[in-house]
């Protein structure tokens, strides 16, 4: 079956740096999502990667390892408002995301 | 734009009540999408549509059917509302299947409790 895994919390210090992990397995691959939802509201988009390699867009980058069925998220001077849940996901080869359960970040002061 | 929007926000229903949740998007995206939310879970596919008159199913099908009649619109369906549909559903849209663009827009989410 298909199966993309996270961590199901992580906590870290506002102004620091922290990695969020995501491996998965499916049947096909067109490329690596990353996306941000805050409580109680719908997800935004951060990333796409396709080729192994990192992406870096502002204070987040994404990195992805195909051969290794692996990405990253990295985020950079936390803010408070980074505090959310952080999804993975991966378009498989019928073209449909494949989610995971996502990662609560929490950020204290 | 208003992007993606969903009505209602909230919703209470008793066992064996029907609903339409509806979705309807600005963007003149052909690609549309209904996901429930589970706590603590990903997002699970529901239905899709590649464009209108055009819809297939996704992983968990059961208990819902949705329509679309134009590029804007895309109800979803509840018949005969059982507990286990307590849950958010977000609709989304985008405008292509590949590549960056892939890139889903959500709607705010209908969060509906079946009592």
């Known amino acids: 079956g298909q199966n993309i895994d996270q961590p199901t919390e992580m906590t870290a210090t506002e102004g620091a740096i922290v990695q969020i992990n995501c491996t998965y397995q499916t049947s096909g691959f067109n490329g690596l999502f990353w996306y941000q939802q805050h409580a109680g509201e719908a997800p935004t988009f951060l990333s796409y990667n396709v080729l192994d390699g990192l992406e870096e867009k502002g204070r987040f980058s994404s990195f992805l390892s195909r051969s290794k069925g692996y990405s990253y998220l990295l985020l950079k001077e936390l803010q408070m408002k980074d505090s959310a849940s952080y999804l993975c996901a991966v378009l498989d080869s019928n073209y449909q995301l494949i989610w995971g359960a996502g990662t609560k970040l929490i950020i204290k002061p | 734009n208003a992007g993606v929007t969903q009505t209602p926000k909230f919703r209470i229903l008793k066992i064996g009540q029907s609903m339409t949740l509806q979705c309807t998007q600005d963007?003149?995206?052909?690609?549309m999408y209904w996901y429930r939310q589970d706590p603590g879970m990903g997002l699970k596919l529901i239905y899709y549509?590649?464009?209108?008159?055009?819809?297939d199913k996704g992983e968990v099908p059961n208990g819902y059917n949705v329509s679309r009649s134009t590029t804007e619109d895309f109800p979803l369906r509840l018949e005969l509302a059982a507990p286990s549909q307590t849950s958010v559903y977000f609709c989304?849209?985008?405008?292509?299947?590949?590549?960056?663009?892939?890139?889903?827009?959500f709607g705010p989410g209908t969060r509906l409790t079946v009592t």
């Open positions: 549509s590649v464009g209108a008159g055009i819809t």
């Open positions: 963007m003149n995206h052909n690609y």
């Open positions: 989304a849209s985008t405008l292509s299947r590949s590549g960056s663009i892939y890139e889903q827009y």
